[in-house]
């Protein structure tokens, strides 16, 4: 089974600076799809960025950008120039090509000091 | 705002209680996945509808059933409450039927069993 492994439970940073969150998973598959979701206090889920396994070029999205090394099964978030408005959970997720369901870490909590 | 609603917010009831939980997705999106999210399990994956057939279960209790309805909006039925069973519960719509693609996230009801 497909697993997704967040090993830092809590980070934090200072504004303005960068950070960078972990994610590994485990799949045998070769067409799959990974993502990081954003979760804030409002509770509500918010895609950050999305990456396909097939291409070799990170994605990037504003001031998010991933880090995705794929023989590594390692798919880590930068975060540039972190805002107040970035603290919050984040989740990696995985979805196999073809698939319905997401697969989701533990989440992350990140806080951003002023 | 995602364009998705879920209603209650929130909910409170007693053990051996059934609730009802409801949906409306993002106009135009076919697709209405419901997840769980509890401290102990994370989120995990329900079970999805596309245009008003099932089209995946996850790990969905056999006291758990959900329905889409012919306006799209869709509806998760939760009976025999269990202490165990109180957790956010998020519905998620896409235009896809299938998970690569972007889900769009409601604020979730957060469920709690006394």
């Known amino acids: 089974a497909q697993t997704v492994t967040q090993s830092q439970p809590e980070m934090s940073v200072q504004e303005a600076e960068t950070v960078t969150l972990s994610c590994t998973y485990d799949?045998?598959?070769?067409?799959?799809?990974l993502f990081w979701y954003k979760q804030p206090p409002s509770r509500q889920m918010i895609l950050v960025i999305r990456?396909?396994?097939?291409?070799?070029q990170n994605a990037t999205e504003n001031r998010f950008s991933v880090n995705f090394q794929k023989a590594a099964k390692s798919f880590s978030l930068k975060i540039s120039d972190s805002q107040l408005g970035d603290a919050a959970m984040y989740f990696c997720?995985?979805?196999?090509?073809?698939?319905?369901?997401?697969?989701f870490g533990k989440g992350m909590k990140l806080t951003v000091n002023p | 705002d995602s364009g998705v609603t879920q209603t209650p917010k929130h909910l409170i009831t007693a053990t051996g209680q059934r609730v009802t939980l409801r949906c409306s997705p993002r106009?135009?999106?076919?697709?209405v996945y419901w997840y769980q999210q509890s401290l102990d399990q994370g989120l995990q994956f329900l079970i999805q509808?596309?245009?008003?057939?099932?089209?995946a279960k996850g790990n969905i209790l056999e006291r758990f059933s959900a329905q889409q309805f012919p306006d799209l909006h869709s509806e998760l039925n939760l009976s025999s409450l269990e202490l165990g069973d109180s957790a956010l519960y998020f519905c998620?719509?896409?235009?896809?039927?299938?998970?690569?693609?972007?889900?769009?996230f409601g604020s979730g009801t957060q469920l709690s069993v006394l």
């Open positions: 998620a719509s896409s235009s896809s039927p299938t998970g690569i693609g972007k889900l769009f």
């Open positions: 997720a995985y979805t196999q090509g073809g698939s319905e369901k997401l697969v």
């Open positions: 799949t045998s598959e070769s067409d799959y799809y």
């Open positions: 990456q396909e396994a097939y291409k070799q």
């Open positions: 509808y596309y245009n008003g057939e099932e089209r």
């Open positions: 106009s135009g999106d076919l697709s």
